[in-house]
T-cell receptor, first 113, second 115 residues
Framework: GDSVTQMEGPVTLSEEAFLTINCTYTATGYPSLFWYVQYPGEGLQLLLKATKADDKGSNKGFEATYRKETTSFHLEKGSVQVSDSAVYFC????????????FGAGTRLAVHP | EAGVAQSPRYKIIEKRQSVAFWCNPI?????LYWYQQILGQGPKLLIQ????????DSQLPKDRFSAERLKGVDSTLKIQPAKLEDSAVYLC?????????????FGSGTRLTVV
């Protein structure tokens, strides 16, 4: 079945460091891809999305590019802030299913001053 | 626009007791989802409704979990009897349509602890 694999955390960075969180997927068709973020004590929020190959999603300085050839959707940010500390989830929606959102296990990011 | 409302925020019960969670989706959202998020894991879909009909409940432990969305608006998820392994955050989400590009809007969740 469809699945999402994320790099294990926690990822610990200093403020202004470069961030990459790896995400790869397995799907039978051409899914839509998402990054969700969960700040401490809060619900899941959509961070960015891409619906077709080579699309780049971006929001709040974060970017991710839909790479069909490597089945990847890695999350990047050029300069992280302490306020970016959260858990990040990569997810996909299978086009052949009932709009079912499938999540990876999540990657915890901790940014220190 | 108001978000997805869930209640209660927290619940502690003893094993073998029953518990119910409530969700009110964003107005006009036809599709409603219940997810279970165990600590350290990604959310897992339990059940999906399209209006008041069940679309997917393949991951719902039907011997103890039940859910309904009688009028196609708000929904209730029930666990009876609860087990220790049901300790998790229960997330409700809704979406406007089956357009796979839109993603979902999530509520803040109900954190259940079974002792």
């Amino acid at each position: 079945g469809d699945s999402v694999t994320q790099m294990e955390g926690p990822v610990t960075l200093s403020e202004e460091a470069f961030l990459t969180i790896n995400c790869t997927y397995t799907a039978t068709g051409y899914p839509s891809l998402f990054w969700y973020v969960q700040y401490p004590g809060e619900g899941l929020q959509l961070l960015l999305k891409a619906t077709k190959a080579d699309d780049k999603g971006s929001n709040k300085g974060f970017e991710a590019t839909y790479r069909k050839e490597t089945t990847s959707f890695h999350l990047e940010k050029g300069s992280v802030q302490v306020s970016d500390s959260a858990v990040y989830f990569c997810a996909l929606i299978d086009p052949g299913g009932y709009n079912k959102l499938i999540f990876g296990a999540g990657t915890r990011l901790a940014v220190h001053p | 626009e108001a978000g997805v409302a869930q209640s209660p925020r927290y619940k502690i019960i003893e094993k073998r007791q029953s518990v119910a969670f409530w969700c009110n989706p964003i107005s006009g959202h036809a599709t409603l989802y219940w997810y279970q998020q165990i600590l350290g894991q990604g959310p897992k879909l339990l059940i999906q409704f399209q209006n008041n009909g069940v679309v997917d409940d393949s991951q719902l432990p039907k011997d103890r979990f039940s859910a309904e969305r009688l009028k196609g608006v708000d929904s209730t998820l029930k666990i009876q009897p609860a087990k220790l392994e049901d300790s998790a955050v229960y997330l409700c989400a809704s979406s406007f349509s089956r357009d796979r590009g839109l993603g979902y809007t999530f509520g803040s969740g109900t954190r259940l602890t079974v002792v």
